[in-house]
């Protein structure tokens, strides 16, 4: 297993296509929070857990990439909070814990065939999540500082 990486501070607007065009809305951190992560770790998608200040604690599945479907020119981290919320939360204080790895960054033919993969690695985060090695991070004491 790896390393679980921490990362967090308040949610900024992002490129607005996340939930528009895809139905999988993407909260985003400010660049100088996230440039380290973005330098030290590979492409893909990963996962883990997150604390929203004054909401709670959710599972979180996450790509960290160009994105290549959208040609993106800058590297990006994209979390998906694996929860339906009745309104955004841009300016709220969002801490992630990211614990495990699914797959390498990929291209696909299609923006159906590229939402079915998303919606694909949500089912196996929220399982992952549930498995003792993962899920103790629930309670980490930097997802509920916030709170
Ligand atoms: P942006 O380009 O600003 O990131 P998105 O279309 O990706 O726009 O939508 C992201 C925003 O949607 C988040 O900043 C947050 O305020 C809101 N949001 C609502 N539900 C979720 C969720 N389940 N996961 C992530 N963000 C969500
Ligand atoms: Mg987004």
Redesign the pocket.
């Known amino acids: 297993p790896m390393e679980p990486w921490y990362i967090g501070g308040p949610?900024?607007?992002?490129?607005?296509?996340?939930?528009?065009v895809l139905g999988?809305?993407?909260?985003?951190l400010p660049p100088e929070n996230i440039s380290g992560l973005l330098s030290e770790h590979t492409s893909g998608v990963y996962f883990g857990w997150a604390g929203l200040s004054s909401r709670g604690i959710?599972k979180?599945v996450m790509s960290i990439g160009w994105n290549p479907y959208f040609n993106n020119t800058e590297k990006t981290v994209?979390?998906?909070?694996?929860?339906?919320?009745d309104?955004?939360?841009?300016g709220?204080e969002l801490r992630l814990v990211v614990v495990g790895y699914i797959r390498p960054e990929a291209n696909f033919p299609s923006l159906e065939s590229l939402i079915q993969r998303i919606h694909q690695d949500g089912r196996i985060a929220e399982k992952a999540l549930e498995l003792p090695i993962y899920a103790g991070y629930k309670d980490d004491p930097y997802l509920k500082n916030s709170l």
């Not at 999988?24 to 985003?28: D, E, L, Q, S, Y």
């Open positions: 949610v900024v607007k992002g490129f607005g296509r996340g939930s528009k999988i809305p993407t909260a985003n959710y979180m994209e979390p998906w909070l694996l929860h339906e919320f309104d955004d939360f841009y709220e």
